[in-house]
């Protein structure tokens, strides 16, 4: 199946800093996901983005809808450790077949 | 509500032998979905169902993998025989509307199966 391309693949970062990802595909999508993923645990939705251009904030993270429709991009504000985990984007055309990145694991350094 | 249940949470067994993994969606969700998650290969869907009919099973990897659907509030994903490039995590996700209706619902993921297959 298809892959979505994320990057960075994996961020060390001090307490207190931002943090920005993105995600990018060679098909265009009209939907764009991101979740963050605990170990031993399941995806937990973040941030829905349904419109090109739009921008989603949900508490210290906000999200971006890109332009092109073939990408979208995650910032977290003032990271904190329990931020720490890895976060996936997922994207889909059809409402239900989603594909997903390849990840971008986060530490948080205190 | 308790969310997604997946049982067993670890199952570790040799190759060729049948494996069965089971799921309870959240009550009143219409969408039921199996995905599978490696290091290599990342999160894939391999089947959805909606209203217990299969839908989209195109992710399903080969004849060796079935999913079923008796009733709304149990599912299963078999394996036979399992060979060991079937380890993994499995998800069981369930939505109430689908995924992707402007602003509607989301996919809410259970704890997931982590499969060994020796």
Known sequence: GQQLNQSPQSMFIQEGEDVSMNCTSSSIFNTWLWYKQDPGEGPVLLIALYKAGEL???????????????????????????????????????????????GTSLTVIP | DAGVIQSPRHEVTEM??????????????????????????????????????????????????????????????????SEPRDSAVYFCASSLLGVGLAGVDTQYFGPGTRLTVL
């Not at chain 2, 992710?59 to 025989?81: C, H, V, W, Y």
């Open chain 1, 56 to 102: 989603t904030s949900n508490g210290r993270l906000t999200a971006q809808f890109g332009i092109t429709r073939k990408d979208s991009f995650l910032n977290i504000s003032a990271s904190i450790p329990s931020d720490v985990g890895i976060y996936f984007c997922a994207g889909s055309n059809t409402g239900n077949q989603f594909y997903f990145g390849t």
């Open chain 2, 16 to 81: 060729g032998q049948e494996v069965t993994l089971r799921c309870k969606p959240i009550s009143g969700h219409d969408y039921l979905f199996w995905y599978r998650q490696t290091m290599m290969r990342g999160l894939e869907l391999l089947i959805y169902f909606n209203n217990n009919v299969p839908i989209d099973d195109s992710g399903m990897p080969e004849d060796r993998f079935s999913a079923k659907m008796p009733n709304a509030s149990f599912s299963t994903l078999k394996i036979q025989p």
